[in-house]
Protein backbone atom coordinates (compact mmCIF):
# COMPACT_ATOMS: atom_id res chain seq x y z
CA UNK A 1 0.00 0.00 0.00
CA UNK A 2 1.53 3.69 -1.30
CA UNK A 3 1.32 6.45 1.56
CA UNK A 4 -0.91 7.89 -0.60
CA UNK A 5 -4.16 5.40 0.28
CA UNK A 6 -3.22 4.87 4.15
CA UNK A 7 -6.29 5.10 6.07
CA UNK A 8 -6.62 6.82 9.44
CA UNK A 9 -8.27 4.92 12.44
CA UNK A 10 -11.74 6.20 11.65
CA UNK A 11 -11.00 5.35 7.92
CA UNK A 12 -10.09 1.94 8.27
CA UNK A 13 -13.15 1.09 10.69
CA UNK A 14 -15.66 2.64 8.33
CA UNK A 15 -14.33 0.70 5.61
CA UNK A 16 -14.17 -2.85 7.12
CA UNK A 17 -17.56 -1.74 9.06
CA UNK A 18 -18.81 -1.41 5.24
CA UNK A 19 -19.99 1.98 6.09
CA UNK A 20 -17.99 3.04 2.89
CA UNK A 21 -17.90 1.49 -0.43
CA UNK A 22 -13.89 0.62 0.01
CA UNK A 23 -14.66 -2.36 2.20
CA UNK A 24 -13.57 -4.88 -0.16
CA UNK A 25 -10.11 -3.06 -0.67
CA UNK A 26 -9.70 -2.13 3.12
CA UNK A 27 -9.95 -5.86 3.96
CA UNK A 28 -7.51 -7.01 1.06
CA UNK A 29 -5.47 -4.31 2.09
CA UNK A 30 -5.23 -5.19 5.75
CA UNK A 31 -4.49 -8.86 4.73
CA UNK A 32 -1.85 -8.37 2.57
CA UNK A 33 -0.60 -5.87 5.27
CA UNK A 34 -0.83 -8.50 7.96
CA UNK A 35 0.07 -11.09 5.69
CA UNK A 36 3.67 -9.52 5.36
CA UNK A 37 3.97 -9.01 8.80
CA UNK A 38 3.89 -12.24 9.47
CA UNK A 39 5.90 -13.56 6.83
CA UNK A 40 9.08 -10.73 8.27
CA UNK A 41 8.29 -12.50 11.39
CA UNK A 42 8.17 -16.30 10.62
CA UNK A 43 11.41 -15.43 8.04
CA UNK A 44 13.54 -12.93 10.00
CA UNK A 45 12.80 -13.78 13.62
CA UNK A 46 12.40 -17.59 13.69
CA UNK A 47 15.33 -19.61 13.43
CA UNK A 48 13.87 -22.39 13.90
CA UNK A 49 11.40 -22.60 10.94
CA UNK A 50 14.90 -21.72 9.07
CA UNK A 51 14.75 -25.21 7.47
CA UNK A 52 11.47 -24.53 5.41
CA UNK A 53 11.33 -23.24 2.01
CA UNK A 54 9.82 -19.51 1.18
CA UNK A 55 6.98 -21.46 -0.42
CA UNK A 56 6.13 -22.98 2.64
CA UNK A 57 7.34 -19.59 4.84
CA UNK A 58 4.72 -17.44 2.35
CA UNK A 59 1.76 -20.32 2.43
CA UNK A 60 1.74 -20.11 6.13
CA UNK A 61 2.10 -16.84 6.27
CA UNK A 62 -0.84 -16.80 4.05
CA UNK A 63 -2.74 -18.61 6.14
CA UNK A 64 -2.35 -16.91 9.34
CA UNK A 65 -3.20 -13.65 7.72
CA UNK A 66 -6.67 -14.99 6.48
CA UNK A 67 -7.05 -16.57 10.05
CA UNK A 68 -5.95 -13.02 11.70
CA UNK A 69 -8.31 -11.25 8.95
CA UNK A 70 -10.97 -12.67 10.53
CA UNK A 71 -10.28 -12.69 14.13
CA UNK A 72 -10.00 -8.49 13.17
CA UNK A 73 -13.27 -8.10 12.18
CA UNK A 74 -14.61 -9.91 14.78
CA UNK A 75 -12.75 -8.23 17.19
CA UNK A 76 -13.26 -4.58 15.73
CA UNK A 77 -15.20 -3.37 18.60
CA UNK A 78 -12.66 -3.97 21.32
CA UNK A 79 -10.41 -1.54 19.38
CA UNK A 80 -10.02 1.68 21.38
CA UNK A 81 -8.25 3.91 19.29
CA UNK A 82 -5.49 3.30 21.40
CA UNK A 83 -2.51 3.12 18.61
CA UNK A 84 -2.73 2.95 14.72
CA UNK A 85 -5.31 0.58 14.14
CA UNK A 86 -2.99 -1.40 12.01
CA UNK A 87 -0.75 -1.83 15.14
CA UNK A 88 -4.04 -3.13 16.63
CA UNK A 89 -4.63 -5.42 14.09
CA UNK A 90 -1.12 -6.59 14.02
CA UNK A 91 -1.19 -7.60 17.63
CA UNK A 92 -4.11 -9.74 16.91
CA UNK A 93 -2.11 -11.43 13.98
CA UNK A 94 0.70 -12.28 16.06
CA UNK A 95 -1.21 -14.09 18.54
CA UNK A 96 -2.86 -16.10 16.02
CA UNK A 97 0.41 -17.12 14.36
CA UNK A 98 2.12 -17.40 17.75
CA UNK A 99 0.01 -19.59 18.94
CA UNK A 100 -0.75 -21.69 15.74
CA UNK A 101 3.47 -22.45 15.92
CA UNK A 102 2.76 -23.22 19.45
CA UNK A 103 0.12 -26.02 19.18
CA UNK A 104 1.99 -27.29 16.05
CA UNK A 105 4.58 -28.26 17.82
CA UNK A 106 3.01 -29.93 20.59
CA UNK A 107 -0.15 -30.96 18.45
CA UNK A 108 0.61 -34.76 18.86
CA UNK A 109 1.42 -34.87 22.71
CA UNK A 110 -0.64 -35.84 25.45
CA UNK A 111 -0.95 -34.21 28.53
CA UNK A 112 0.55 -37.02 29.72
CA UNK A 113 3.45 -36.59 27.68
CA UNK A 114 3.42 -32.99 28.38
CA UNK A 115 3.60 -33.93 32.82
CA UNK A 116 3.78 -37.23 33.84
CA UNK A 117 6.42 -38.75 31.58
CA UNK A 118 8.83 -36.44 32.39
CA UNK A 119 9.23 -37.17 35.96
CA UNK A 120 11.95 -39.33 35.90
CA UNK A 121 14.25 -37.03 33.79
CA UNK A 122 14.06 -34.30 36.67
CA UNK A 123 13.30 -36.09 39.51
CA UNK A 124 15.99 -39.22 38.83
CA UNK A 125 17.78 -39.14 41.92
CA UNK A 126 20.93 -38.55 39.94
CA UNK A 127 21.43 -34.68 40.02
CA UNK A 128 24.74 -34.74 38.55
CA UNK A 129 24.82 -33.61 35.36
CA UNK A 130 28.33 -33.62 33.94
CA UNK A 131 31.41 -36.25 34.38
CA UNK A 132 32.52 -35.43 38.08
CA UNK A 133 31.61 -37.04 40.86
CA UNK A 134 30.13 -35.34 43.86
CA UNK A 135 32.35 -36.52 47.67
CA UNK A 136 30.31 -39.19 49.18
CA UNK A 137 28.84 -36.76 51.90
CA UNK A 138 27.77 -34.16 49.41
CA UNK A 139 25.91 -36.86 46.93
CA UNK A 140 24.10 -38.42 50.02
CA UNK A 141 23.11 -34.75 51.31
CA UNK A 142 22.14 -34.12 47.62
CA UNK A 143 19.77 -37.42 47.32
CA UNK A 144 18.27 -36.37 50.71
CA UNK A 145 17.10 -32.81 49.28
CA UNK A 146 15.89 -34.39 46.48
CA UNK A 147 13.73 -36.75 48.44
CA UNK A 148 11.96 -33.89 50.58
CA UNK A 149 11.53 -32.08 47.26
CA UNK A 150 9.93 -35.06 45.65
CA UNK A 151 8.04 -35.27 49.39
CA UNK A 152 7.44 -31.97 49.70
CA UNK A 153 5.90 -31.38 45.94
CA UNK A 154 3.31 -34.41 46.45
CA UNK A 155 2.17 -33.42 49.99
CA UNK A 156 2.25 -29.16 49.10
CA UNK A 157 0.70 -29.55 45.35
CA UNK A 158 -2.72 -30.67 44.09
CA UNK A 159 -2.37 -33.16 41.10
CA UNK A 160 -3.43 -30.46 38.75
CA UNK A 161 -0.68 -27.67 40.37
CA UNK A 162 1.13 -30.72 40.08
CA UNK A 163 1.14 -31.35 36.05
CA UNK A 164 0.68 -27.31 35.67
CA UNK A 165 4.10 -26.71 37.69
CA UNK A 166 5.63 -29.92 35.70
CA UNK A 167 5.11 -29.07 32.23
CA UNK A 168 5.08 -24.92 32.17
CA UNK A 169 7.97 -24.60 34.67
CA UNK A 170 10.20 -27.60 34.16
CA UNK A 171 9.60 -28.88 30.40
CA UNK A 172 8.81 -24.77 29.20
CA UNK A 173 5.22 -26.37 27.66
CA UNK A 174 3.59 -23.05 26.57
CA UNK A 175 0.65 -22.37 29.05
CA UNK A 176 -1.78 -21.47 26.34
CA UNK A 177 -1.26 -25.80 25.05
CA UNK A 178 -0.97 -26.96 28.36
CA UNK A 179 -4.21 -25.45 29.38
CA UNK A 180 -6.32 -26.93 26.54
CA UNK A 181 -5.23 -29.86 27.32
CA UNK A 182 -6.49 -29.07 31.00
CA UNK A 183 -9.66 -28.01 29.95
CA UNK A 184 -8.86 -24.47 31.05
CA UNK A 185 -7.41 -21.11 29.74
CA UNK A 186 -4.20 -19.19 29.86
CA UNK A 187 -4.90 -16.81 32.66
CA UNK A 188 -6.41 -19.84 35.27
CA UNK A 189 -3.36 -21.66 34.56
CA UNK A 190 -0.73 -19.17 35.11
CA UNK A 191 -2.47 -18.61 38.42
CA UNK A 192 -2.12 -22.03 39.32
CA UNK A 193 0.78 -22.28 38.45
CA UNK A 194 1.84 -19.52 40.38
CA UNK A 195 -0.22 -20.96 43.56
CA UNK A 196 1.84 -24.27 42.68
CA UNK A 197 4.89 -22.65 42.92
CA UNK A 198 4.30 -19.81 46.23
CA UNK A 199 3.12 -23.02 48.28
CA UNK A 200 6.41 -25.14 47.22
CA UNK A 201 8.13 -22.30 48.49
CA UNK A 202 6.76 -21.79 51.86
CA UNK A 203 6.80 -25.31 52.36
CA UNK A 204 10.20 -26.01 51.38
CA UNK A 205 11.33 -23.17 53.13
CA UNK A 206 9.91 -24.49 56.67
CA UNK A 207 11.99 -26.84 56.02
CA UNK A 208 14.88 -24.53 56.04
CA UNK A 209 15.79 -24.86 52.54
CA UNK A 210 16.00 -22.07 50.73
CA UNK A 211 17.14 -21.08 47.06
CA UNK A 212 20.96 -20.48 47.87
CA UNK A 213 20.94 -23.20 49.67
CA UNK A 214 19.77 -25.42 46.58
CA UNK A 215 21.43 -24.07 44.41
CA UNK A 216 24.37 -24.34 45.83
CA UNK A 217 24.15 -27.79 47.07
CA UNK A 218 23.69 -28.73 43.38
CA UNK A 219 25.99 -26.58 41.47
CA UNK A 220 28.73 -27.90 39.60
CA UNK A 221 32.27 -27.53 41.02
CA UNK B 1 23.75 -29.42 37.56
CA UNK B 2 20.44 -30.74 35.49
CA UNK B 3 18.96 -28.38 33.53
CA UNK B 4 15.68 -28.98 34.52
CA UNK B 5 16.82 -29.60 38.67
CA UNK B 6 17.52 -26.12 38.07
CA UNK B 7 14.64 -24.74 36.37
CA UNK B 8 12.65 -25.90 38.77
CA UNK B 9 14.55 -24.86 41.50
CA UNK B 10 14.58 -21.53 40.05
CA UNK B 11 11.13 -21.37 39.35
CA UNK B 12 10.03 -22.42 42.73
CA UNK B 13 11.92 -19.37 44.34
CA UNK B 14 11.12 -17.08 41.75
CA UNK B 15 9.64 -14.19 43.87
CA UNK B 16 9.41 -11.66 40.47
CA UNK B 17 5.62 -12.62 40.05
CA UNK B 18 4.37 -12.44 43.63
CA UNK B 19 3.33 -8.81 44.26
CA UNK B 20 2.61 -8.87 40.82
CA UNK B 21 -1.38 -8.51 39.88
CA UNK B 22 -0.81 -8.83 36.12
CA UNK B 23 -1.83 -11.83 34.33
CA UNK B 24 -1.30 -12.76 30.55
CA UNK B 25 -4.54 -11.04 29.26
CA UNK B 26 -3.86 -7.56 31.31
CA UNK B 27 -0.36 -7.86 30.18
CA UNK B 28 -1.13 -8.27 25.89
CA UNK B 29 -3.99 -5.34 26.42
CA UNK B 30 -1.08 -3.14 26.65
CA UNK B 31 1.18 -4.43 23.06
CA UNK B 32 -0.12 -2.79 20.65
CA UNK B 33 0.29 0.69 22.23
CA UNK B 34 3.81 -0.18 24.04
CA UNK B 35 4.78 -1.48 20.50
CA UNK B 36 4.54 1.67 19.01
CA UNK B 37 6.02 3.64 21.99
CA UNK B 38 8.83 1.19 22.51
CA UNK B 39 9.35 1.09 18.72
CA UNK B 40 10.06 5.15 18.76
CA UNK B 41 12.40 5.12 21.56
CA UNK B 42 10.50 4.52 25.16
CA UNK B 43 11.48 1.95 27.82
CA UNK B 44 8.29 -0.42 28.70
CA UNK B 45 9.71 -0.22 32.53
CA UNK B 46 9.32 3.49 32.49
CA UNK B 47 5.58 3.22 30.79
CA UNK B 48 4.30 0.44 32.32
CA UNK B 49 6.56 -1.07 34.95
CA UNK B 50 4.26 -3.56 36.10
CA UNK B 51 3.80 -5.06 32.21
CA UNK B 52 7.57 -5.17 31.95
CA UNK B 53 7.48 -7.33 35.35
CA UNK B 54 5.28 -9.67 33.71
CA UNK B 55 7.25 -9.66 30.85
CA UNK B 56 10.39 -10.45 32.62
CA UNK B 57 8.55 -13.87 34.27
CA UNK B 58 6.32 -14.95 31.58
CA UNK B 59 8.39 -16.47 28.27
CA UNK B 60 4.99 -16.55 26.40
CA UNK B 61 3.81 -12.60 26.94
CA UNK B 62 7.30 -11.62 26.27
CA UNK B 63 7.62 -13.86 22.84
CA UNK B 64 4.58 -12.29 21.89
CA UNK B 65 5.81 -8.30 22.56
CA UNK B 66 8.78 -9.15 20.87
CA UNK B 67 7.52 -10.49 17.48
CA UNK B 68 5.40 -7.61 17.63
CA UNK B 69 7.82 -5.27 18.21
CA UNK B 70 9.62 -6.80 15.35
CA UNK B 71 7.72 -6.04 13.27
CA UNK B 72 6.68 -2.68 13.80
CA UNK B 73 10.22 -2.07 13.59
CA UNK B 74 10.71 -3.68 10.49
CA UNK B 75 7.91 -1.50 9.20
CA UNK B 76 8.60 1.69 10.43
CA UNK B 77 12.31 1.45 8.58
CA UNK B 78 10.64 -0.27 5.68
CA UNK B 79 12.28 -3.50 6.16
CA UNK B 80 8.72 -5.28 5.38
CA UNK B 81 8.35 -5.87 1.77
CA UNK B 82 5.22 -3.75 -0.21
CA UNK B 83 3.81 -5.33 -2.78
ZN1 LIG C 1 1.95 -13.75 30.32
Redesign the pocket.
Known amino acids: MSERTERTNEAWLAALRGETPDQPEALEDLRSRLQRGIFYYLSRERSDLAGLSNHDVTQMAQDMAQDALMRVIENLESFRGDSLFTTWAMRVAVRVAISDLRRARYRDFSLDALTAESEPAWLSLNPVAGDKLPLPERAAEQREVLTRLQESIHEALTDRQYQALVAVAVNNVPMEVVAERMGTNRNAL ?1 KLVHDARRKLRAHLESQGMSMDYMMRLFEDR | MDEQLHKLIACIFDQHADNNPID ?1 ET ?1 SIHFHRLAELVAAGASVNELLPEVQQ ?1 LDC ?1 L ?2 NEEFQALLSIIVAENSGLVASE
Open positions: Y | CCHCEC
